[in-house]
């Protein structure tokens, strides 16, 4: 990023397909970069390769069933490069750096001096990290949990990236501390998808896998920016409508997925620039006005019923469903006007993605956070899952829901039990198994962590992975909320804002990246990982590390719970020695789990079972559960705009590669709104104009950011769109969903007015 700092911003609709030799312009750009063309290439043919290579620690979209087929993505490319950089950041760079004076540095800076080398102690004297060996680091942690009043004042937070054996003993450490104090990423992603699968069907989990993806008639996919954040899933599009199968996308935007794409390693294609189309229709809800548009969906198929009868599957409604007469009433009674002014959408529009879903055999739907970063995302899931239901599209090959979930092992992580809420059942399994009494109340969240450190009630926050000073929602309050901490511990591969924003104590704890070999005493390890279909796999990094001194995840944890807890009896050194040892326990412990260590080996792993799927639904009723909610209110009101935030094409959460977003024409700038031409005629703006976006939080209070530019976007009137993490700063803490506690961060009331203009005289309609 710095080298194109001085560039000016650039807006050309981008009108070539997906992937293909964009792509791979972007990757032989960036791999030059990070000085990476000898190792890169080779490690990336490691990837996603049956049990011998490394999982692609960028999302979590499934591996080819196959096996055999390279299935790689620019991105997921450009993620394993940017772990392997051969750029160091050690001792003598922070003793030459005071933290105030990073504190100034861009995050991009911050990110790109490369692989952090040595744990690191924060010296308060000279403003500075110093280095710190590993056992007084784990000394000092083990000290302040100690000192505690009580174990909920501290709170460990997870990244996705975790493996499942670090994952299964940082809970582990955590509940036999005494705490569920748990918060992770998935608290901002897709804690919706999970309460409404459990709610309407059982299982927190989607129920289809590739199989189903390469079999539906009809795909509908919401709410995700696929072509940048799950790739993989483009091949999955092409080859859907290659086989005559429908593909409704249903977005604000229309995403670059939703147009052509030219499968990455379908290298006849890319040399003919063939292109295969990804879409047959799209829709385009207002922010937040998808629940009305599957309501809509529903009400039509309910009424096409009355005379044809094939469009409802009675037989399986009345076999396995509750609540069905409930919900076809509230259809009924759902005017067709609340259903337009609510999604935003004509009713032709909604009646033809009806006839669609009920013109085909089976039917998958697929979302992401443009569903979940909702007040009403459990009930926008729970709707979707009504409407599959009408058609038995579960249990079936071809159908079912699909959450594409975000981080590579975001899944795998709950299933090991990173759960502020456990299970009574999950518990006593794990008392069972580990010989601990787990604390049952149940413990904080990511925001309900932020807000309690800033109470001061928590005191010690450890970070596995992650940047969540930029991560979580209202940056300058989670900020204060960090350095009101006693101490904060950061587990980490890079430096990043959340070394520089900490406790009155503070370290960085360097580790092993996923590509890394890991040798513990009882020779190489491997550890295993979940995909967004329940897929659980092994994943064995084959590079030297960037440092002799870097511990591995699970040596880390273990570390800290051998001087926190100095009378467990659970044998943490002997769990590092040797993980099958952890997976002997977790296959005790974890529900489906058992026999883990032979079923991981196999060549493609195992999958989790989902009762779901098999038509057992571990509900109340002990069937799939109709809902009847009323449809919330999104219209924005006059003269403000309702605004998401999301991820460029060049950005992995909070790290961004470079300041394009290639797909919606983007050149050199982050700093921007995406308006409709509408809202931007109305306030006096062209391209590129300054304005001041100011949020507006449900308690009133106001936040905002200055000398942002205006982009004319094709956006429903009264939307707008822009990029976290930057934009963070407008989501403010008290503005969580009722129903997930999920922060709001694709719903933020805004008023957008000309840098320097006064509020009354530009505030537009
Ligand atoms: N390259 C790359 N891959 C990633 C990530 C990354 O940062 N970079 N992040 C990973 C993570 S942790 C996650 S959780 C996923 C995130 O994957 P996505 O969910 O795709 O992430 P966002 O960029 O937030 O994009 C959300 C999409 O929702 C749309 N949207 C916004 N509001 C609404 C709405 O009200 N309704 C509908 N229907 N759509 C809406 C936006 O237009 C956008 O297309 O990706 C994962 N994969
Ligand atoms: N406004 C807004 N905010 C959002 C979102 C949004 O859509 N809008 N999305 C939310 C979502 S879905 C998520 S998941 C969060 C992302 O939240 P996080 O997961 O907290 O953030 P990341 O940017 O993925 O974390 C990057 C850091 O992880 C560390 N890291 C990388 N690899 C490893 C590893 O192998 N081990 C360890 N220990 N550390 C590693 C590096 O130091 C790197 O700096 O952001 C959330 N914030
Ligand atoms: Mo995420």
Not at 473 to 489: F, H, K, M, S, W
Not at 545 to 558: K, T, Y
Not at 587 to 603: I, M, S, W
């Amino acid at each position: 990023m710095t080298e194109r700092d001085d560039a000016a911003p650039e807006f050309r609709p981008y009108h070539h397909p997906a992937a293909g030799w964009g792509a791979a312009k972007s990757v032989s750009r960036f791999l030059l970069r990070e000085r990476e063309f000898v190792d890169g290439p080779r490690a990336v043919q490691r990837m996603n390769h049956e049990d011998k290579g490394f999982d692609c620690p960028g999302c979590a979209w499934p591996d080819d069933l196959k096996g055999l087929r390279l299935d790689i993505c620019e991105n997921g490319i450009k993620h394993v490069t940017w772990e392997m950089t051969h750029k160091r950041v050690g001792p003598g760079f922070f003793a030459a750096h005071t933290v105030s004076e990073l504190a100034e540095w861009s995050d991009a800076e911050l990110e790109d001096q490369g692989r952090l080398t040595h744990p690191m102690r924060y010296d308060a004297a000279t403003d500075t990290y110093v280095p710190v060996p590993w056992c007084e680091a784990f000394a000092l942690v083990g000290e302040r949990l100690r000192g505690l009043d009580h174990p909920g004042q501290a709170a460990f937070y997870t990244s996705g990236r975790l493996g499942n054996e670090a994952t299964f003993l940082y809970q582990l450490m955590a509940r036999e501390l005494g705490t569920n104090n748990l918060p992770d990423c998935s608290n901002m992603c897709h804690e919706a998808s999970g309460r409404a699968l459990t709610a309407s069907l059982g299982t927190g989990k989607g129920t289809a896998d590739l199989k189903d993806w390469e079999t539906a008639d009809a795909l509908f996919v919401l709410g995700v920016n696929a072509a940048s954040n799950a790739p993989r899933m483009l091949t999955a599009l092409a080859e859907a409508h290659r086989r005559g199968a429908s593909i409704v996308h249903i977005n604000p935007l229309v995403e670059a997925a939703a147009t052509r794409t030219i499968i990455p390693h379908d290298f006849v294609n890319m040399a003919l620039f063939r292109s295969t189309p990804t879409s047959t229709l799209n829709v385009q809800p207002r922010i937040g006005g998808d629940m009305a548009l599957v309501r809509g969906m529903a009400k039509a198929v309910l009424a096409r019923s009355e005379d044809d009868p094939k469009a409802l599957d009675r037989e399986f409604v009345e076999r396995y469903t509750t609540g069905f007469e409930e919900y076809r009433e509230l259809c009924a009674a759902t005017p067709w006007e609340e259903i337009e002014r609510q999604s935003g959408v004509s009713r032709a529009t909604v009646e033809r993605a009806a006839r669609v879903y009920r013109e085909a055999d089976r039917s998958l739907f697929s979302w992401c956070l443009g569903i979940t970063q909702h007040e009403h995302g459990v009930d926008t899931v729970r709707e979707i899952v009504n409407l599959l239901l009408l058609r038995g599209n579960l249990g079936r090959e071809g159908a079912g829901p699909s959450p594409v979930r975000g981080h590579s092992n975001v899944q795998g992580n709950r299933t090991c039990g990173i759960d502020h809420r456990p299970s009574d059942a999950f518990l006593d399994r794990l008392a069972e198994a580990c010989g601990i009494e787990p604390p049952r109340e149940h413990g904080l969240d990511t925001v309900g962590t932020i807000r309690a450190m800033h109470g001061g009630e928590v005191k010690v926050f450890v970070g596995m992975g992650g940047n969540f000073a930029l991560a979580a929602p209202d940056t300058p309050y989670t900020a204060e909320a960090l350095r009101n901490c006693e101490l904060t511990v950061q587990v980490s591969t890079k430096l990043n804002r959340s070394h520089l924003v900490h406790g009155r104590d503070a370290l960085i704890l360097p580790c092993l990246g996923r590509t890394e070999k890991d040798v513990q005493r009882g020779g190489e390890q491997a550890t295993s990982v979940e995909d967004s279909m329940s897929m659980v796999h092994l994943s064995r990094g084959m590079k030297r590390p960037a440092s002799h001194l870097l511990l591995s995840e699970p040596a880390i944890v273990a570390g800290m719970a051998r001087a926190a807890l100095p009378d467990s009896a659970t044998p943490w050194e002997s769990y590092v020695e040797d993980y099958d040892r952890i997976r002997d326990t977790m296959a005790r412990a974890l529900e489906g789990f058992e026999d883990f260590n032979r079923r991981v080996r196999l060549p493609l792993g195992f999958r989790l079972r989902q009762p779901a799927r098999e038509l057992v639904f571990l509900t109340p009723s002990g069937r799939a559960e109709f809902s009847t909610a009323e449809l919330p209110d999104v219209v924005p009101e006059s003269g403000t705009l309702k605004l998401g935030t999301m991820r460029s094409h060049d950005q992995w959460n909070t790290t961004i590669y470079s300041d394009d977003d290639r797909y919606r024409g983007i050149s050199n700038l982050r700093t921007l709104i995406f308006m409709n031409e509408d809202d931007m005629r109305e306030r006096g703006l062209a391209l590129f104009d300054e304005v001041d976006v100011t949020s507006i939080a449900r308690d009133g209070s106001t936040r905002s950011l200055a000398g942002y530019k205006a982009v004319p976007y094709d956006i429903p009137k009264g939307c707008a769109a822009g990029y976290m993490p930057e934009m963070n700063v407008l989501c403010a803490i008290g503005d969580h969903s009722t129903q997930s506690d999920q922060p709001l961060m694709k719903n933020v009331t805004v008023t957008v007015r000309p840098s320097g203009s006064t509020d009354s005289a530009t505030a537009g309609d």
